[in-house]
């Protein structure tokens, strides 16, 4: 039985007398034990989707079982089941680490002395500011708290809203070395997360925008199943360079990318590289496609396919 089944789930919000479609029918499924990643810019759909597989939402349509309980009948058993850690800092402020440990842990009824073997790597770098307001602790502690407050009741399924949003980059590595461990304890793990560089670290993701999941795969496949070739090109005048780039007819796409931009060519294509170079551009080279590649790929045929 997978931990997760979404079934052509969907959800329109009313913002005035407008609707938003937040999610078109969607459907996936998560296995026991699977690190999910669902990758997507602001807006595209995560918390939303998160909302309604927690609990908190109700979906227009479609359905949705954890471990085999269902969404909207059995919701009081998948919230003993479930931990979840939303986007936005969620613990109390005035009270303090212990306190707030303390008080999720009486939520679930549970002791945190019981769970403690699951968290204990991670409480033991908050232990010496034990005392101190969870208000007055670092983002990067934040984010370890409320993981912790998460984990507290030893759940099977454990949701991250963004965890690493706005958190600096070791403490981004850190926390996903956490996610591997409790991954390894068996607790199967769906994170959402904007940064596209967090994929490789997911045993499979989901690419999500505007509401639609545009494909769910490992991210090797994602990658491997990337259907054109990329060069990466650079000049001493960038912005004149990708102008020139995007009004070739053998470029299909052409934008920035780090120092290089990458220029997206018939797989076929072996005069390209000396085309480029002929519009100016000092260097180029072949590139290997990366999730953030695909996903640009992914936007753009769905743009196409939808206009
Ligand atoms: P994400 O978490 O990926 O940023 P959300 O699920 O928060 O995406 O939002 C998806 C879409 O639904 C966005 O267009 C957002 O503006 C809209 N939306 C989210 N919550 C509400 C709400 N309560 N009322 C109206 N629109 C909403
Ligand atoms: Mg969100």
């Given at each position: 039985?997978?931990?997760?089944?979404v079934?052509g789930?969907?959800k329109k919000?009313?913002?005035?007398k407008?609707?938003?479609?937040a999610l078109?029918?969607t459907?996936f499924?998560v296995?026991?034990?699977?690190l999910?990643g669902?990758i997507?810019?602001?807006?595209?759909?995560?918390t939303?989707?998160i909302?309604?597989?927690t609990?908190l939402?109700?979906?227009?349509?479609?359905?949705v079982?954890i471990?085999?309980l269902?969404?909207v009948?059995?919701?009081?058993a998948i919230?003993q089941r479930?931990g979840y850690?939303p986007?936005?800092?969620?613990?109390y402020q005035d009270?303090?680490?212990?306190?707030?440990?303390?008080f999720?842990?009486?939520i679930?009824?549970?002791?945190?002395?019981?769970?403690m073997?699951?968290?204990?790597?991670?409480?033991?770098q908050?232990e010496p500011?034990?005392?101190?307001p969870?208000g007055?602790?670092?983002?990067g502690?934040?984010?370890?708290?409320?993981?912790?407050?998460a984990?507290?009741?030893?759940p099977?399924v454990?949701?991250?809203?963004?965890p690493?949003?706005?958190?600096?980059?070791?403490s981004?590595?850190?926390?996903?070395?956490?996610?591997?461990?409790?991954?390894q304890q068996g607790?199967?793990?769906?994170?959402?997360?904007?940064?596209?560089?967090?994929a490789?670290?997911?045993?499979r993701?989901?690419l999500?925008?505007?509401?639609?999941?545009?494909?769910?795969?490992?991210?090797?496949?994602i990658?491997?199943?990337?259907?054109?070739?990329?060069l990466?090109a650079?000049?001493?005048?960038m912005?004149?360079?990708?102008?020139?780039?995007?009004q070739?007819?053998y470029?299909?796409?052409?934008?920035p990318?780090?120092d290089?931009h990458?220029?997206?060519?018939q797989?076929?294509?072996?005069k390209?590289?000396?085309?480029?170079?002929?519009l100016g551009?000092?260097?180029?080279?072949?590139?290997?496609?990366?999730?953030?590649?695909?996903?640009?790929?992914?936007?753009?045929?769905?743009?196409n396919?939808?206009s």
């Amino acid at each position: 039985m997978p931990a997760i089944v979404v079934d052509g789930v969907s959800k329109k919000y009313l913002a005035g007398k407008s609707e938003v479609v937040a999610l078109h029918p969607t459907t996936f499924s998560v296995e026991q034990g699977e690190l999910f990643g669902c990758i997507g810019p602001d807006g595209a759909g995560k918390t939303t989707l998160i909302r309604i597989m927690t609990t908190l939402l109700l979906a227009d349509e479609g359905s949705v079982t954890i471990s085999g309980l269902d969404a909207v009948r059995d919701y009081a058993a998948i919230r003993q089941r479930i931990g979840y850690m939303p986007g936005k800092f969620s613990l109390y402020q005035d009270l303090s680490v212990e306190e707030n440990l303390r008080f999720f842990a009486t939520i679930f009824k549970t002791q945190v002395e019981e769970n403690m073997h699951l968290i204990y790597d991670i409480y033991k770098q908050l232990e010496p500011f034990k005392k101190r307001p969870a208000g007055k602790l670092s983002g990067g502690m934040k984010q370890k708290l409320a993981l912790c407050c998460a984990m507290v009741h030893k759940p099977e399924v454990l949701f991250l809203d963004e965890p690493t949003t706005g958190v600096d980059a070791v403490s981004r590595k850190e926390f996903w070395d956490m996610l591997q461990r409790l991954k390894q304890q068996g607790i199967t793990i769906f994170v959402s997360t904007p940064y596209m560089d967090e994929a490789s670290l997911c045993d499979r993701v989901a690419l999500i925008q505007e509401g639609r999941i545009l494909s769910v795969d490992t991210p090797k496949q994602i990658i491997n199943q990337y259907p054109k070739r990329i060069l990466a090109a650079k000049g001493t005048n960038m912005y004149a360079l990708l102008k020139l780039l995007k009004q070739q007819t053998y470029v299909e796409m052409a934008y920035p990318f780090g120092d290089y931009h990458h220029v997206v060519i018939q797989p076929e294509d072996d005069k390209a590289a000396e085309q480029i170079r002929a519009l100016g551009a000092t260097e180029v080279m072949p590139c290997e496609p990366s999730i953030e590649d695909s996903f640009i790929m992914a936007m753009q045929q769905k743009t196409n396919s939808t206009s």
